[in-house]
């Protein structure tokens, strides 16, 4: 199976900062990589596909770059209402696999 | 707007089979090039991607799964199901259905709101 190795599983950030989340494919994926948000008790929203195109309704400052096996998601500057659990997933391949996930906390 | 509603047992025994129904509101289930997926999550963990079908038919399970495993569709009633045989405790879960864009580059945009299967006697 592909692996995707996320980086932080958790950071703790003040509203207004600047946060950048990893994603490391075992193997080049090109442009499959998915980038979700879930907060506690919702189900996972997507955020980002093929690695940096916005879904529509999804505000500006998420962004996502990278190719092959690194990826990044980027919160230009940190919301309140950002504060949640995001994973990335790629569907290069089946079965389609999702990263450990990284859970951003109010410092 | 397209919604997503699981039904099914909340509990079920070990060594028996979990059984879920995803159904399908605001669209046809035969519209659009979409799979229908199943994804579950144990509390207080990760993600993972159980298995999908097309509307002809055509399914794509998870290995770690896939000899337990049936995806199944039924457009007249516009629903799609999930059988897990043999179920454990670490089949203990909230089981999301979704559904997944497949376009060029394939993502999941609509889920479910989820529903918790556990397996206890």
């Known amino acids: 199976d592909m692996q995707m190795t996320q980086s932080p599983s958790s950071l703790s950030a003040s509203v207004g900062d600047r946060v950048t989340i990893t994603c490391r494919a075992s193997?080049?994926?090109?442009?499959?990589l998915n980038w979700y948000q879930q907060k506690p008790g919702q189900a996972p929203k997507i955020l980002i596909f093929?690695?940096?195109s916005l879904q529509s309704g999804v505000p500006s400052r998420f962004s996502g770059s990278g190719s092959g096996t690194d990826f990044t998601l980027t919160i230009s500057s940190l919301q309140p209402e950002d504060f949640a659990t995001y994973y990335c997933?790629?569907?290069?391949?089946?079965?389609?696999?999702f990263g450990g996930g990284t859970k951003v906390e109010i410092k | 707007q397209v919604q997503l509603q699981e039904s099914g047992p909340g509990l079920v025994k070990p060594s028996q089979t979990l059984s879920l129904t995803c159904t399908v509101s605001?669209?046809?289930?035969?519209?659009?090039?979409?799979?229908w997926s199943w994804i579950r999550q144990p509390a207080g963990k990760g993600l993972e991607w159980i298995g999908r079908?097309?509307?002809?038919?055509?399914?794509n399970y998870n290995p770690s799964l896939k000899s337990r495993v049936t995806i199944s569709i039924d457009t007249l009633k516009n629903q799609f199901s999930l059988k897990l045989s043999s179920v454990t405790a670490a089949d203990t879960a909230l089981y999301y259905c979704?559904?997944?864009?497949?376009?060029?580059?394939?993502?999941?945009?609509?889920w479910g709101k989820g529903t918790t299967v556990t397996v206890s006697s």
């Open positions: 979704a559904r997944d864009v497949y376009d060029f580059f394939p993502y999941t945009d609509v």
């Open positions: 605001g669209g046809s289930i035969s519209s659009g090039t979409y799979y």
């Open positions: 079908i097309y509307t002809t038919g055509n399914t």
């Open positions: 193997q080049s994926i090109s442009n499959y």
């Open positions: 093929a690695a940096s």
């Open positions: 997933q790629q569907t290069y391949i089946t079965p389609l696999t």
